[in-house]
Structure formats: structure tokens, C-alpha cells
């Protein structure tokens, strides 16, 4: 990532436990950088989120508790939460999101725009295109029809493709730079 102009290494582990309907449980965020180390966990019961933060900078760890109007999801599963109620061209779903790297909740508005066929790894898959407007900004995936995301584009200009390992290593950018390829290990 680029801070104040500096490249620097991250890591971000988010593991999470969430129900049958996708509603967020309880969820553990360790963040580790060159400038910083954050570890988080959380717990939701009934519409209000409690957690904790320790940081390399703070000795004390500090406790916060959020009172949502429900219980909200992970962005990350916003995909699988409309799949679940019917991926079609035109539907719109309003989802509660909890977001534990910014601390913040909002309301995300997912319309499936399109079913298009893109190109993933060595072949082609039919996809279903969505719009997601996220606290302020608009972002797209495209998702599988069990709402896993295959391809996604940010607003900061970040790009993911569903590939293996070895495929993303092979990647070159624009010019024939290499790729740092950001490897997603989300368990179904």
C-alpha cells in the first residue's frame, strides 16, 4: 500500500463467523504493516457490536460498543446475501454493512445491472454484474450465481480477478510491469 508517498508491506487476516443468513457473529482483524500493527475482535448480540483494538501503539487495549438499527453483514458477503434471495437483472437489495478495519456501519445498495461472460483464468464464465454503492462510492463485481465474486473494480482504482495462485504470480500489468497480486483465501 501507498502511505504519504512511501510503498509499504501489509497484511490483513479477517476471519469471521457468521449465520445462516449471513449476519456477522463474531470476527478477529489483525492488520500488520512496516508503520503499524492492529488486532481486533468483536462480537454482535442482538443490533449491537462490541470490540476490541490493540495496537503497537497503545499499551491498553480500548473497547468500543456500536448500536446498529440491525444486524449487519461484511461487505465481502453482500454478494452471497442477494444470490441467496435470487440473482436477477433489475433487483436491488439494501444490506446493513459493518465494516471492522473503519469502524463504521452503512447501508449498501446492490442492484444487479447485467448478466454478462467474462474471461477467468484459461476460460470464459457467465457472470451476473453488479453495482454496489458503499458509503459514498460506487464499486463493481461480478458474481457467480452463488454470489462469489469472480472480478471486481474499486473506486481506488484496484482490480481483482478470481484465479489460482499460480495464475496470479503469472500476471503483468500496464507496460509490463509485474503485478502484485493480492491473493483472497475466503472459505465457503
Do not use: C
Request: no cysteine; charged share 30%; hydrophobic share 35%.
Amino acid at each position: 500500500i501507498m502511505t504519504m508517498g512511501v510503498e509499504q508491506k501489509a497484511r490483513i487476516n479477517l476471519d469471521a463467523e457468521v449465520d445462516e443468513r449471513f449476519r456477522l457473529k463474531n470476527f478477529e482483524l489483525s492488520f500488520k504493516s512496516d508503520a503499524q500493527d492492529l488486532f481486533m475482535t468483536g462480537k454482535i448480540e442482538g443490533n449491537s457490536v462490541t470490540y476490541e483494538i490493540r495496537s503497537s501503539e497503545n499499551e491498553k487495549p480500548v473497547t468500543r460498543t456500536m448500536t446498529l438499527r440491525e444486524p449487519p453483514l461484511l461487505m465481502d458477503l453482500v454478494g452471497r446475501y442477494a444470490a441467496a434471495r435470487g440473482l436477477e437483472v433489475g433487483q436491488e437489495y439494501d444490506v446493513p454493512v459493518f465494516d471492522p478495519f473503519t469502524q463504521r456501519t452503512d447501508i449498501t445498495r446492490a442492484k444487479v445491472e447485467s448478466v454478462e461472460t467474462i474471461d477467468v483464468g484459461a476460460g470464459s464464465e457467465e457472470v451476473y454484474k453488479v453495482k454496489v454503492h458503499y458509503m459514498g462510492m460506487e464499486m463493481y463485481s461480478w458474481l457467480d450465481e452463488l454470489g462469489r465474486v469472480v472480478k471486481s473494480d474499486t473506486p481506488m482504482g484496484v482490480s481483482a480477478v478470481r484465479s489460482t495462485k499460480k495464475e496470479a504470480l503469472k500476471l503483468e500489468g500496464a507496460g509490463g510491469a509485474p503485478v502484485r497480486p493480492v491473493v483472497l483465501d475466503i472459505e465457503p
